[in-house]
């Protein structure tokens, strides 16, 4: 039986300010209240991961190795402040990209399940006691169609969720959200 639980976490606008296809270092920027909510979670038991769209590879912005370059430094300003995450799933893909490599739909990509999925698999999760943090709807449809249990979702306080999800407005909503 698994029985890992985790956190999965959109990164943008969830870890790093949402800029819209952020991929130079110098305009990434970290969430304030991230770092301490982050040692919670995982102090709490929960292993955090990252699964995210990134279109904007597909869109021509920016190439895979910009985003591993960026992903190398988040992770390594993560562990400075005492933060491992255990595995970053990106999305390449999109049907309207310009680069044929990477024009197509995408079971990875949110609000399809892929990605919830292969984190599940590969961290042997228990996706019942797991939860889901994002910014966007698509982020929260994905974790429920992997069968995530807690989708938590960080929307402005009069949103109104879909069944199953919970509205949260900020880190300390979430962290109330994951433990209650
Ligand atoms: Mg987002």
Redo the contacts with the bound molecule.
């Keep these: 039986m698994n029985k890992n639980r985790a956190l999965l976490l ?1 990164r ?3 870890i790093n300010r ?1 800029k819209a296809y952020v991929w130079h270092i110098a305009d990434f920027e970290f969430m304030p209240g991230l770092f301490p909510f982050l040692r919670n979670v995982r102090d709490g038991g929960f292993r955090v991961a990252i699964v995210t769209n990134q279109s904007g590879v597909a869109r021509g912005f920016y190439t895979e190795q910009d985003f591993e370059n960026l992903t190398a430094h988040m992770l390594s300003e993560l562990r400075r402040e005492g933060i491992e995450i255990e595995l970053t799933l990106a999305c390449f893909h999109h049907p309207e990209g310009v680069d044929a490599a990477y024009k197509r739909e995408s079971f990875w990509r949110k609000p399809n399940p892929g990605m919830v999925m292969e984190a599940a698999r590969r961290m042997d999760l228990n996706v019942d006691t797991s939860a889901f943090l ?3 709807l698509r ?1 929260l449809e994905a974790a429920q169609a992997g069968g995530i249990g807690k989708c938590l979702w960080m929307t402005s306080p009069d949103t109104t969720p879909p069944t199953g999800m919970t509205v949260v407005r900020n880190f300390d909503q979430a962290l109330a959200g994951l433990f209650a």
Excluded: H, N
């Design positions: 959109d943008d606008g969830v949402d994002g910014d966007s982020d």
